[in-house]
């Protein structure tokens, strides 16, 4: 079955358009996130498929609203959680911290 996730070489869809001389990564945050794949799978211990299952588990609009770095960290954010290393709430109060202002 496909889903909203599973759009690579459907028909339709116009061409892939490449950036001239794209950055390997267009913020310094999708750099962390780049680095957090291999620290956050050798210490959770979950597996490829594992990490592909939870991007495929977005919500399809939030998936196509957001973007490559972030389908990562919402993987990490869920396993994480599912297997217990932090909780979503726990997620939820760093985040409101550190967006008002705290360290």
Do not use: C, Q
Request: hydrophobic share 45%.
């Amino acid at each position: 079955m496909n889903g909203i996730h599973d759009l690579g070489g459907m028909d339709g869809l116009g061409p892939v358009l490449a950036e001239p001389h794209e950055p390997v990564f267009h913020e310094v945050w999708e750099g962390r996130v780049f680095a957090l794949f291999a620290a956050t799978f050798v210490f959770a211990g979950y597996t490829v498929d594992e990490f592909r299952h939870a991007i495929e588990r977005m919500n399809p609009a939030e998936y196509l609203e957001s973007s490559y770095y972030e389908h990562w960290l919402h993987a990490f954010e869920d396993l994480l959680d599912k297997k217990g290393f932090v909780s979503k709430a726990e997620l939820d109060a760093r985040v409101a911290l550190l967006t008002h202002g705290g360290h």
